[in-house]
């Protein structure tokens, strides 16, 4: 079996191509920009002119593969945002010896069925949860002081129409949890059948003995509407006299800060992968009440650094509800507060959920992402098509 990956951007550091190489089973990475990890490829980050292009160079090389098994799409991050996308300039030997192609929400997929030698398999990774742009919509609608945009009318029809392809045409759709494989049943409960629950994985770890400050929030991510911060701050202001701090880490508009700040509220912006690991180790519980994601990278992060979770559904990481953490309803400000009161006020309870927080993290470590990935594709060739395996 041979795989051939279709990837704009350089999401997850490429993991997905590198476990497939690693398997013996990648025919092709196609993306717009990316280099093998060689001499070359070093030298050159280190010759840019700028700090940016230098990170840039860096976060598209990809280590492990080799050259010949990469092939540049410049125009690949910009076809997703053009009507019915364009062909992918996959080669006909590639065409020829493909088996399956695993696309980043069906990015290169049209047209790919007429192309693709009969028999062979195309499966979606589903990122995020089919709903955003509706989700991210009401939010606007219901925040305007935040100054977000919401989506227009003519980015809303092309992705419903992109979502509805993608759903129609794949033999398989990977989603990283279970709130992913809900939503896409929303669409229509037919969907549900392709759908195979591939978790993501974490590869941070941190030392067993950490200095927690006691009632320190943390939240961490590009501060957007979809990831709930405005739900963060309503449970903020109901905490004002308790003695809370809440810590915001990740970029923030000038609108944003403004609705954020208060005397209990620490805006940090940006930070290096070194403070981060620093405010993990320093924060008492992590909060992410978002409204639509795949699944957040922040909450399996957090738990390896054994912080106890306020989450809701659709922060896309599953853990048993009172264990590593506390699910919330979507919107509910009220409710933060009151978890985070839980956790907080009892400190045999918030040690207990820190070591099961630990543990539940161990489970999506990248090597079992990877093996899970891999039985995954197996499956996909092989006919599988279900949760169950059943063929």
Same mark, same amino acid.
């Given at each position: 079996m041979?795989?051939?990956?279709?990837?704009p951007?350089?999401?997850?550091a490429?993991?997905q191509?590198?476990?497939l190489y690693?398997?013996?089973?990648l025919?092709?990475l196609?993306?717009d920009?990316?280099?093998?990890?060689?001499a070359?490829?070093r030298?050159?980050?280190?010759?840019?002119p700028t !700090?940016?292009?230098?990170?840039?160079i860096?976060?598209?090389?990809?280590?492990e593969?080799?050259q010949?098994?990469?092939?540049?799409?410049?125009d690949?991050?910009?076809?997703?945002r053009t009507?019915?996308?364009a062909?992918?300039p996959?080669s006909s030997k590639?065409?020829?010896?493909s088996?399956?192609?695993?696309?980043?929400?069906y990015?290169?997929g049209h047209?790919?069925?007429e192309?693709?030698r009969?028999g062979?398999?195309?499966?979606?990774?589903?990122f995020?949860?089919p709903?955003?742009?509706r989700?991210?919509? !009401?939010e606007?609608?219901?925040f305007?002081?935040?100054?977000e945009?919401p989506?227009d009318? !003519?980015?809303?029809?092309?992705y419903?129409?992109f979502t509805?392809?993608?759903?129609?045409d794949?033999?398989?759709l990977?989603?990283p949890?279970?709130?992913?494989?809900e939503?896409?049943?929303?669409?229509?409960?037919?969907?549900?059948?392709k759908?195979?629950?591939?978790?993501?994985g974490?590869?941070?770890?941190?030392?067993?003995?950490?200095?927690?400050?006691?009632?320190?929030?943390?939240f961490a991510g590009?501060?957007t509407?979809?990831?709930?911060?405005?739900?963060?701050?309503?449970?903020?202001?109901?905490?004002?006299d308790?003695?809370?701090?809440?810590?915001?880490?990740?970029?923030?508009?000038?609108?944003?800060?403004?609705?954020?700040?208060?005397?209990?509220?620490?805006?940090?912006g940006?930070?290096?992968?070194?403070r981060?690991?620093?405010?993990y180790?320093?924060?008492?519980?992590f909060v992410?009440p978002?409204?639509?994601?795949?699944?957040a990278?922040?909450?399996?992060?957090?738990?390896?650094?054994?912080l106890p979770?306020?989450a809701?559904r659709?922060?896309?990481v599953?853990?048993?509800?009172?264990?590593?953490?506390?699910?919330?309803?979507?919107c509910?400000g009220e409710?933060?507060a009151?978890?985070l009161?839980?956790?907080?006020g009892?400190?045999?309870?918030?040690?207990?959920?820190?070591? !099961?927080?630990r543990?539940?993290a161990?489970?999506?470590?990248?090597s079992?992402?990877?093996?899970?990935?891999?039985?995954?594709?197996?499956?996909?060739h092989?006919?599988?098509?279900?949760?169950?395996?059943?063929k």
């Amino acid at each position: 079996m041979k795989v051939t990956v279709l990837q704009p951007g350089a999401r997850h550091a490429y993991l997905q191509s590198r476990f497939l190489y690693r398997a013996g089973l990648l025919q092709r990475l196609y993306t717009d920009f990316a280099i093998a990890d060689h001499a070359g490829a070093r030298l050159l980050a280190r010759l840019a002119p700028t !700090a940016a292009l230098r990170a840039k160079i860096r976060r598209r090389t990809v280590a492990e593969i080799p050259q010949r098994l990469i092939r540049q799409y410049p125009d690949a991050a910009r076809q997703n945002r053009t009507g019915r996308p364009a062909d992918w300039p996959i080669s006909s030997k590639d065409l020829a010896q493909s088996d399956l192609y695993f696309t980043q929400y069906y990015s290169g997929g049209h047209g790919l069925r007429e192309r693709a030698r009969p028999g062979a398999k195309i499966v979606a990774d589903v990122f995020t949860v089919p709903s955003t742009h509706r989700i991210v919509n !009401a939010e606007c609608e219901r925040f305007p002081e935040w100054g977000e945009r919401p989506w227009d009318d !003519a980015l809303n029809q092309q992705y419903e129409s992109f979502t509805h392809d993608m759903l129609e045409d794949c033999d398989a759709l990977f989603c990283p949890a279970q709130s992913v494989i809900e939503d896409i049943a929303s669409h229509g409960e037919k969907y549900r059948a392709k759908c195979m629950l591939v978790p993501y994985g974490s590869s941070l770890t941190f030392p067993a003995k950490v200095h927690p400050e006691s009632r320190r929030v943390l939240f961490a991510g590009t501060i957007t509407l979809r990831k709930g911060p405005q739900y963060v701050k309503m449970a903020a202001d109901l905490l004002a006299d308790a003695g809370y701090t809440f810590v915001f880490a990740g970029n923030v508009s000038e609108a944003a800060a403004n609705q954020l700040a208060g005397d209990n509220v620490e805006l940090l912006g940006h930070v290096s992968k070194e403070r981060m690991a620093a405010e993990y180790a320093r924060a008492d519980v992590f909060v992410l009440p978002s409204l639509a994601e795949g699944s957040a990278g922040v909450v399996l992060e957090a738990m390896s650094a054994g912080l106890p979770v306020v989450a809701t559904r659709n922060a896309g990481v599953d853990f048993t509800d009172g264990e590593a953490g506390i699910y919330v309803p979507e919107c509910d400000g009220e409710a933060i507060a009151h978890a985070l009161e839980t956790i907080c006020g009892d400190r045999d309870r918030r040690e207990s959920m820190s070591r !099961a927080a630990r543990l539940r993290a161990g489970a999506y470590d990248h090597s079992r992402w990877e093996e899970c990935f891999v039985s995954s594709i197996r499956r996909v060739h092989e006919g599988a098509r279900d949760l169950s395996g059943e063929k």
